[in-house]
Nanobody, 124 residues
Framework: QVQLVESGGGLVQAGGSLRLSCVAS????????MGWFRQAPGKEREFVGG????????RYADSVKGRFTISRDNAKNTVYLQMNSLKPEDTAVYFC?????????????????WGQGTQVTVSS
């Protein structure tokens, strides 16, 4: 069992930056592929980006490529999402998720554990 707790959300102006953190419980964090998803009101949950267990492979949605960066620190059981050049359309609840299998994919159903989410609001 893995428990995930996100933090770092808040209100920021367009063009600003935020860094989200997701801390995982358990001793096997380093074996999990981690993903970040987001969900805006009235919309489906969508993939933002993911990172494999070593941190050597990442994948991003086209909408955030070049602006967002995912990293992880396995010694701290933490995965990060650095968000730069934020836009109002980035406003959503952001979730981190963990999956046992090694592929970094974009399908929410493939992820086994989820955090409770953290709100990110970008004002214009």
């Amino acid at each position: 069992q893995v428990q995930l707790v996100e933090s770092g959300g808040g209100l920021v102006q367009a063009g600003g930056s935020l860094r989200l953190s997701c801390v995982a419980s358990g001793r096997t964090f380093s074996s999990y592929t981690m993903g970040w998803f987001r969900q805006a009101p009235g919309k489906e949950r969508e993939f933002v980006g993911g990172i494999n267990w070593t941190g050597g492979s990442t994948r991003y949605a086209d909408s955030v490529k070049g602006r967002f960066t995912i990293s992880r620190d396995n010694a701290k059981n933490t995965v990060y999402l650095q968000m730069n050049s934020l836009k109002p359309e980035d406003t959503a609840v952001y979730f981190c998720a963990a999956k046992r299998t090694i592929s970094v994919n974009y399908i929410p159903h493939d992820y086994d554990y989820w955090g409770q989410g953290t709100q990110v609001t970008v004002s214009s």
